[in-house]
């Protein structure tokens, strides 16, 4: 009875958000669209799965981002990357994190940052694009039965940066980071939030994001102890170094398959990761999921002081997750 009623809750808000996917394509690059009720507007995003999924076995994921000025599926068809997802079964799914400028959160949550937004955008354009992303995430999770010890993100350019963004920011989902020519401007202590594994590419010749930039990350990186790769390709330029080169495609994924969140746990319980839950008003807090019933959920600061709360007050991408947890929590032995 349990698993039906979760199954029905979670039907009946995938349909009230407009969430509900169609049928999906093996082998085949899809071009999907949902509607993103606060952005009041369908958002593309791009999604392929491998012809190996099948729905009774937990398959990898990996979130993809785009560069300024490209979209989802100019990303997804990066040499190599539907190759290798289809060799290892890996889903792929790019979202367009809002439009094509919105630097998924990194540039803070308005437009006014580095080449930032047109008179015509939204003015929380960086809040809606990295919403945009968390809400194809769990999309993608509802629909599809996703290993959360083996969900990835990676990005190129304006992607890279927020990559390294939402990767310390949402630090709780990822099992490996892998941001391609970085552009991110921000203040390098948020590797401190930064808890996986990060593989950065960069050329040496690159003039759009110069490895100027990138090296003093690096640097810091190896400072802080941080398990990284850093691989600095000679003579790389912002281009084609990583859009018809499939051979560094099968590197990331190479990195991605020796990192997941549970490798280290054996036959041991795995704690609930902490996340970031923001209800409706804005406010904030770190926590884990407790347990959940009905239409309320309990949580979990680190200190150990628990909150029951109504599902409905907090965040679509929060929802999203909770009825993710939900699902899993009722079908494990």
Known sequence: MRVLLTRLFFLALASATGALAVQAEPGKIQKRSYEFKEAGKDIEYALYVPRSYKAARKAPLLVLLHGLGSNPHDVIRYQGITDEAEERGYLVVAPFGYNERGWYGSQGKGKGGFLGGRPEDPENLGELSEKDVLNVLGIVRKEFN????????????????????????????????????????????????????????????????????????????????????????????????????????????????????????????????????TNKAGRKIEARIVSSEGEKVTIARKDGKSFTIAISSLSEADQNYILTWVAESATEP
């Open 146 to 277: 996703i290993d959360p010890a083996r969900i990835y993100l990676a990005g190129h350019s304006m992607g890279g940066g927020g990559t390294i963004y939402l990767g310390a920011e949402h630090s709780g989902i990822w099992a490996a980071l892998a941001p391609m020519s970085p552009a991110y401007m921000g203040n390098h202590d948020i590797l401190e939030d930064i808890k996986v594994p990060m593989m950065v590419v960069t050329g040496d010749k690159d003039n759009v994001v110069p490895v100027q930039m990138v090296r003093p990350f690096a640097q810091r990186m190896k400072k802080m102890e941080v398990k990284h790769i850093y691989k600095e390709i000679a003579g790389g330029n912002h281009g084609t170094t990583f859009y018809r080169n499939p051979e560094l495609m099968a590197e990331i994924f190479d990195f991605f398959d020796k990192n997941s969140l549970d490798q280290d746990g054996g036959s041991e319980v795995v704690e609930e990761p902490l996340r970031i839950f």
